[in-house]
């Protein structure tokens, strides 16, 4: 249960970047001159007035952002975990050519994953360009 409960943390952890909404000069509360509209906070209205919602291909083109976003965020981290593993094996081998060949194996998977993952990121951006 502990094992479940630190996946779903470490998950929530990697993805909560992506919902973050950055202040722009107008909303940046270090500003003097910052002013808190409370007309504009009404909760029954927000879900009816909310413009900024994107909807169609926007929405499809947004969530292809957003899913390209989180591959980079989470390819280095599987990336060194599977590095880490090949090293292991490496350095344990001891002499045997079995082990040291199945991390080779891995570290060559592993390099040939990274670059079609960066391809794949280059795709979509390409695509979320060309049809944005």
């Known amino acids: 249960m502990k094992k479940i409960f630190l996946l779903l943390t470490s998950l929530l952890f990697l993805v909560s970047p992506l919902f973050v909404v950055q202040a722009t000069e107008a909303t940046?509360?270090?500003?003097?001159?910052f002013r808190i509209n409370l007309q504009n906070m009404n909760p029954?209205?927000?879900s009816q007035a909310n413009s900024s919602t994107p909807t169609?291909?926007?929405a499809a083109l947004?969530?292809?952002d957003k899913f390209a976003g989180l591959l980079l965020v989470i390819l280095p981290i599987i990336?060194?975990?599977?590095?880490i593993i090949a090293g292991y094996y490496y350095v344990l081998s001891g002499g045997d050519s079995e082990k040291a060949s199945q991390a080779k194996t891995i570290i060559k998977w592993n390099i040939i994953a990274i670059i079609i993952a960066?391809?794949?990121?280059?795709l979509v951006k390409m695509v979320s360009t060309v049809l944005g």
């Open 28 to 33: 940046d509360i270090t500003k003097p001159d």
């Open 44 to 46: 029954v209205q927000a």
């Open 56 to 58: 169609g291909k926007s």
């Open 62 to 64: 947004f969530l292809l």
């Open 79 to 83: 990336a060194g975990i599977s590095f």
């Open 118 to 122: 960066l391809f794949s990121y280059a």
